[in-house]
């Protein structure tokens, strides 16, 4: 058995432009602890305090979590301030043990949403390795192959299909397994797959650093030889988020993130796919390229967010659009840039794969959906927990413009009589906002996900299903199981500030925490589900294969296509509108449907049977109608449904 160690991590020196600035001013584990531990006695009490707060008087699944997990994280808080009260400058425990604790009671709730964010010099933060490590199964079981690796980083026999067999003298299957007991997840898939992503990459905002400086990773390569490669954890300044999600806004109280999987997700990018970042770079500025990359994908002003592709599988050529987050200060613009890639895309049929996906903004998530159906969405409505404390906080926002929480007051006003645990439930998303658009994809849809979806793609995923959009195929039994509007200490001590008594306090050394502050459920035939814990079980299922993960979702895509082949597709287009006495005549072609409603300003004008090919129908068109709207049906199913303005005189 060969060994191979790095004391000089040669993909640094190789990196292109910011990236090589960034990665360049990492360094190693070992030399970067160096700085923590910096927190005083009086500033773990105010931590734990804090804590306190959100989580007895904000958190609106506790009530939930503590049943269903047999878990009193309050309890454990208590018991740790009492700790504290006794301990001394010279007697408090080293700062790792304190921060383990914390963390340890956050993650006892199963919620990632509800976490405790490490303070300097964690924050901002990533610790990693040089390389991702994947799973797939075939007739012997899992497999786990080596599928990205950094820039100019090498070693022997250390490539793209090199299987792990061992982490550090551990089988790497139980290695997975232990390092997924570690960390939260709402259900066994959600668990499982974070701890495979968090053997290389760990956000340390959210994690604690690796008790290891570095890792021995026992491989097979491609000619079936033994190897072993030593290689040391190091840390780097990760890239910057996209929202500002700590202030009184629209953005910031809408949002459904699981933290981890974005700081990951843009870790990834700095490691792996540079080029995302000159990309990205080029759009903000203005200067975008106009040629498509030679790999097919559609130029997108939003480079880290879409990728969309065609794509060919043995069951017909299909659009492909990856979302990798719904991560976007701009929930309008980031809804027209999806339309606008897929109407250049095969119409015969969309596969939409959000695997991966932590979430980001709940209206982008739930105002996307109305692109791809002609039915009317409903968003789906959230619950507040009812305490003293947000019902103060819901008051003091009465009618407030930025963030109107009105209609959950008259509930929680109640409950101090009904002694009900949670609100009443209403749509963060406004209703006319989610159906703004309309449909703008007329093809079968066919949604893909994982067990890394969370949050906001949880909603939306469930939006999909609920409002049958199209069918789910997931690559797990269940998506993460996320289904919350999350708020940071930062927005509560905002929206809590000139109320009296407040109980915030500004937290030490940019030290954090966001817990879920209102839960959402289900419209539909599940009307009323939630979310959290449950997440959205697919109708179909895929087990990623080695083709799978080394040659690009060859497998699953293909799994795709033939379930987009087994939908029907239907098509409706207006061609033509013109006026004449008091008329409107309207002209359109249309496939797979059998009637067509017309509506002017949105009142019924006519019905007809139709025919695939040419279609027309004139109507009466009092006053001075401004919008078009026709509606297609095949057995009463509204499968279509296309709007326009019409000229004015």
Known sequence: MERTAHTIPPFISEAAGAVRERLAASSELEEFLRSAGVLTLDERRLIVEQALVLLEQNYVHLPEKMAMYAVNPVQRLRVLRSRIERQSSDTMPAEWIFHSEVSEVFHS????????????????????????????????????????????????????????????????????????????????????????????????????????????????????????????????????????????????????????????????????????????????SGNVREEV??????????????????????????????????????????????????????????????????????????????TLTARRITPEPAQFLNSALNLRICRAHQD????????????????????????????????????????????????????????ATDIFAAGFQDHEVGVVLGVDDNTGAGGANVWSHEVFTALAQGTPGSPYAGLPKKAGMRVAAR?????????????EDLGVVPEHRHHMTQRDVLHDNEDLLARAGELLKSLPAHSLSITGTTSQNGAIRITMDTANLDRVDVYLDQRPRASIDVTDGHAEVSVNQPGAAKTLRVDGFTQSRLVASRTAKLPQA
């Open 109 to 284: 709730v199963h919620d990632l949403h509800t976490v405790y964010l490490l303070p300097e010099p964690f924050a901002g933060k990533v610790a990693f390795l040089p390389f991702l490590i994947e799973e797939y199964t075939d007739q012997r079981g899992s497999h786990y192959a080596v599928t990205h690796i950094a820039p100019g980083f090498s070693a022997p026999g250390f490539e793209r299909g090199a299987e792990v067999t061992h982490w550090s003298g551990i089988p790497i299957a139980a290695a997975v397994d232990l390092n997924a007991a570690r960390f939260a997840g709402s259900n066994e898939a959600a668990r499982h797959s974070r701890g495979l992503e968090s053997l290389t990459i760990r956000p340390l905002i959210v994690h604690l650093p690796p008790f290891e400086e570095w890792v021995t990773v026992s491989y097979t390569d491609a000619n079936g030889t033994h190897q072993e490669l030593c290689e040391k954890w190091r840390v780097v300044t990760n890239l910057p988020g996209t929202v500002d999600t700590d202030t009184i806004s629209a953005t910031a109280t809408s949002q459904g993130m699981d933290l981890n999987a974005d700081e990951t997700r843009r870790a990834k990018v700095l490691l792996f796919a540079p080029q995302i970042v000159d990309r990205q770079r080029h759009a903000e």
């Open 400 to 455: 407030d413009p930025r963030v109107d929480f009105t209609p959950w007051l008259p509930s929680m006003e109640q409950a101090s009589e009904t002694g009900a645990a949670l609100s009443n439930a209403f749509p963060l998303t406004p209703s006319d906002r989610a159906n703004s658009l309309g449909q703008a994809y007329f093809g079968p849809v066919v949604l893909v996900t994982n067990a890394l979806c969370y949050s």
């Open 293 to 370: 990359p030679a790999n097919g994908v559609l130029l997108t002003s939003m480079p880290q967010t879409f990728r969309a592709r065609e794509v060919q599988t043995p069951s017909g050529t299909f659009g492909h659009i990856r979302i990798f987050t719904f991560a976007t200060p701009n929930a309008d613009a980031f809804v027209k840039e999806f339309a606008r890639l897929t109407d250049l895309l095969p119409q015969n049929g969309l596969i939409v794969d959000v695997r991966d996906n932590g979430g980001g903004s709940i209206l982008a998530s739930e105002c996307l959906l109305q």
């Open 519 to 531: 839960r959402t459920l289900r419209v539909g035939a599940r009307s009323g589900t939630p979310v």
